[in-house]
């Protein structure tokens, strides 16, 4: 079976930092990419960050440029979205998502097969 396990959410003040792990088994880890989503407090989830290409370029939303990146370790089937800056606006509960290449589309758009369960993320003022 697909599963992909998000982790590593929790409560942190502003100008924090926060790494998510994303732990995926049942899929081939080059045939597939994994993208990052959020869903804040009243609002719809939104693409953050998510590899776009089949060369591994990667998206970054503005809202998260220049502070977030994402991170492979391929011997532990796992992708880290390590958060830095974290301002109260980031907080929400994040996805990790992974979709094939062969279906990969731009700036975290597009149908993704595989969801993980959510982690949630408290930035404090």
């Known amino acids: 079976d697909v599963q992909l396990q998000a982790s590593g959410g929790g409560l942190v003040q502003a100008g924090g930092s926060l790494r998510l792990s994303c732990v995926t088994s049942?899929?081939?880890?080059?045939?597939?990419?994994v993208g990052w989503f959020r869903q804040a407090p009243g609002k719809e989830r939104e693409g953050i960050s998510c590899?776009?290409?089949?060369?591994?370029?990667?998206y970054y939303g503005d809202s998260v440029k220049d502070r977030f990146t994402i991170i492979s370790d391929h011997a532990k089937n796992t992708r880290y979205l390590q958060m830095n800056r974290l301002k109260p606006e980031d907080t929400g509960v994040y996805y990790c998502?992974?979709?094939?290449?062969?279906?990969?589309?731009?700036?975290?758009?597009?149908?993704?097969?595989?969801w993980g369960q959510g982690t949630q993320v408290t930035v404090s003022s």
């Open positions: 998502a992974a979709v094939a290449i062969s279906k990969l589309q731009p700036y975290c758009r597009g149908k993704y097969d595989f």
């Open positions: 049942g899929f081939t880890f080059d045939d597939h990419a």
């Open positions: 590899v776009h290409s089949s060369d591994g370029a990667t």
